[in-house]
């Protein structure tokens, strides 16, 4: 997605890699102690909504009030009695530190713009906001223009401004420019080094610009090669909703990417902040970072980005690629505690997050996604030494190359300790390759509708969990192959909801995963790391992990440890199963005949209309033990007791059954008490287990065909 049109994406940091500054980046004044090998973890600061938009000047200065409706332009403007009316009396002015410039609240202002002149200083910034209650003023710039770009506020080549609490819209109009809601420029004569630029809770809405330089709140350092180049320090861009915008909704951008004689293409923008911003309904881009030096992006909201809006206008640029929020030619970045829905896929791309072209030491962590059509995670050439943790995507889905797209050109990145869970029916890759060096590692892939996992010299894989209708796994010498027991699989609707993926007690996540140094500080969640031995996925539980007693995939292809009766039985496509339909039953156990309370789970498939098959546990003898099964006959789900050679149906619920899909099943014993669920919901329960208090497990069937997969047997 780099400026170049180059295609674009991945490529992933291994644990063991040094940090790699490459020369442009040093030749830009890189600072490495942001670097993403030893990348920060910021504590995010809140904000009340409707916070005041400036602190208290530390200089005195004059507060001048503006009223559209009893203002007038040939009054003082220092009292509410004495406001000016119009916008154009505020243009005219230059103000200093400490001025204060208050629009009345319910105020409307059409085919009128702010374009503000003058500077504050050091503790003394100039404040744009309202007085009054009531709505939020309301700036209509309609078509106005000046040099034949529209705006709703302008702060050209000034600095020490804070401006929020504003309405700022200008409706569909026929005319084809530029067009911002908020536009902060340098550019021509006094332009230079900017300082302390703060946007807050301001509305920008319907607004609709020509080209990529435009939309809700824009920065630019414009100008020619042998112009005056512009920098910004002390930007902050919080609070705002930015709502159906043409072109980006917010964004940075530097013509030092398009000359080669200026010299901060990576570093324009110094003490970046966007934070708590809610951007929906976009034409191009969601939130776009570009020459930021260890700029911080957090808690934003991005919702239907990419050719999103209700604007027919017909000079609309034609969009090829978005993405939701992402960065470019930026070093150490930190993006945490965002989320980003609906991002479309185009002609391509269409990811919530995105290591652009000239991205290096750079992180994302914390965040959640959902819904968003081209997978999860962008990572383009040129790019090197980047990390992805901590993160949860739920369902994003995968219409681009799949969970990851890893361009050729990009280097390391370390992919670790995230959620990938898919139950969408989505079949693109799980993971990515490329010519940098990829490692995922203690990352929980869910994975329902058969996805496979890249494989090549340049990808590593250790510690993951892996669970769902994939075949096979990679190559990962410390594999999980298991249900993670996730609070509520698939049950999350956003950020706040997102402990549907915490990791429930047993779970064989728990302290089976490895530490990565460094590794954030905290888990998802807010806990920190570690809590004992480190577990896998976004969640560090204080639980008590399980033990696991037998883990078969039968990826081996080896039955050995099992012992049938009735049937015909083999191991094809890497699951276990009994291909005769004669009369009677099939029965397969396995594990120790000394276990006693136990949680047995497996991956179970009717393979014949009618058939019935379940897991059985505390198998004392062919005459002696329980059965959960499920029944497509009756669409059942049935709970059995076997005592002297007779079986007895103790509990059954209704379950829609159908043959030819996978169900996994899991029955939990412990003294009497036993109980059953399908799917990740509980069906039944019974406590009345005074039959055998020991035994194996194993899968039965009677006049049926079957197969098993994933068995695991745990304890607690």
């Known amino acids: 997605m780099g400026l170049s049109g180059a295609s674009a994406v991945l490529a992933l940091v291994t644990a063991l890699l040094l940090p790699h500054v490459p020369p442009q980046v040093a030749s830009a004044g890189t600072s490495p102690a942001g670097a993403a090998g030893a990348a920060r973890t910021v504590a995010a600061t809140t904000f009340p909504a409707g916070a005041a938009v400036a602190s208290r000047a530390a200089v005195a200065g004059t507060t001048y009030h503006v009223d559209a409706t009893a203002g007038s332009d040939a009054a003082a403007g220092t009292s509410p009695s004495t406001a000016w009316k119009t916008l154009g009396k505020v243009n005219a002015q230059t103000f200093g530190p400490g001025d204060r410039v208050l629009l009345r609240s319910g105020g409307v202002w059409t085919g009128q713009y702010l374009d503000l002149h003058g500077s504050g200083a050091a503790g003394s910034p100039i404040v744009l906001g309202r007085y009054g209650t009531g709505a939020r003023p309301v700036v209509d710039f309609a078509d106005t223009a ?36 908020v536009l902060v420029v340098g550019e021509g004569t006094g332009a230079g080094d900017l300082a302390h630029i703060h946007v807050r809770n301001m509305y920008v809405h319907d607004v609709f610009g020509t080209d990529r330089r435009t939309g809700g709140i824009n920065l630019h350092a414009r100008g020619t090669a042998t112009g005056p180049e512009s920098t910004w320090t002390d930007v902050l861009i919080e609070g705002n909703t930015v709502d159906n915008v043409a072109d980006t909704g917010i964004q940075t951008m530097t013509d030092a990417l398009l000359n080669t004689t200026w010299a901060h293409d990576m570093d324009a923008f110094r003490n970046l902040v966007i934070r708590g911003n809610t951007v929906t309904r976009i034409h191009r881009d969601g939130i776009l970072v570009r020459s930021g030096l260890a700029p911080l992006v957090e808690r934003n909201t991005t919702d239907r980005i990419g050719e999103s809006t209700t604007s027919t206008l017909p000079y609309l640029d034609d ?36 290591f652009d072209q000239r991205v290096y030491r750079s992180v994302y962590q914390y965040n959640y996604s959902q819904d968003n059509e081209g ?86 894989y250790d510690h993951n969990l892996y669970w769902g209708a994939n075949a096979a796994q990679p190559g990962d010498p410390n594999e999980i192959v298991a249900d993670p027991r996730f609070v509520a ?74 012992t049938t009766s009735g049937g015909t039985w083999s191991i094809t496509g890497g ?119 020991v035994g194996r497990v194993g899968l039965r069937m009677h006049t049926s065909t079957a197969t098993l997969d994933d068995l695991i047997v745990t304890t607690p």
């Open 489 to 562: 699989p698939g049950g999350a609707t956003d950020l706040a909801s997102a402990g549907a993926y915490r990791l429930r007690p047993g779970s064989p996540a728990i302290d089976s995963g490895v530490a990565v140094s460094p590794s954030g500080g905290r888990d998802f969640f807010g806990t920190a790391l570690y809590q004992g031995a480190p577990d896998r996925g976004a969640h560090e539980s204080a639980a008590v992990p399980a033990t696991v007693l037998l883990a078969d995939d039968f990826g081996d292809g080896d039955a050995a440890g099992w």
């Open 146 to 181: 000046v040099g034949g770009e529209g705006f709703g506020v302008r702060l050209r080549n000034v600095s020490h401004w804070e401006i929020g609490d504003l309405e700022i819209t200008s409706g569909q109009q026929p005319t084809d420019r530029r067009r911002s809601g």
């Open 375 to 460: 997978g999860t995670l962008l990572v383009m050439d040129q790019t090197d030494d980047n990390v992805f943790r901590y993160n949860i995507s739920q369902n994003d889905l995968d219409r681009s190359v799949g969970v990851f797209h890893l361009v050729n050109g990009s280097g390391d990145l370390r992919v670790h300790n995230n959620v990938f869970y898919r139950s969408a029916g989505q079949t693109g890759q799980m993971t990515g390759t490329s010519t940098g060096q990829v490692a995922y590692v203690g990352n929980i892939f869910v994975n329902q509708a058969g996805g496979a996992y890249s494989v090549s010299g340049n990808v590593t």
């Open 319 to 354: 969009i090829a690629v978005v993405a939701a929020q992402w960065m470019y030619a930026t070093t150490d970045a930190v993006f945490q505690f965002n989320q980003a829905f609906r991002t479309r896929r185009l002609d391509g791309d269409g990811q919530p997050w995105d």
């Open 575 to 693: 699951a276990y199963s009994q291909t005769s339909v004669a009369a009677g039953e099939s029965l397969a156990v396995t594990g120790s005949a000394a276990w006693t309370d136990y949680t047995v789970q497996g991956r179970v498939r009717l393979n014949n209309a009618g058939a019935n098959a379940g897991l059985v546990l505390r198998y004392a003898g062919p005459a002696d033990f329980y059965l959960f099964r499920i029944n497509d006959g009756t669409d059942t789900a049935d709970l059995y007791r076997r005592s002297g050679g007779t079986l007895t149906l103790v509990a059954s619920a209704s379950l829609p059954v159908v043959p030819g899909a996978f169900r996994t099943l899991r029955v939990s014993v412990s003294g009497s008490a036993v109980t059953c669920s399908v799917d990740g919901t509980q069906v039944l329960t019974w406590g009345a287990a005074t039959g055998p208090a």
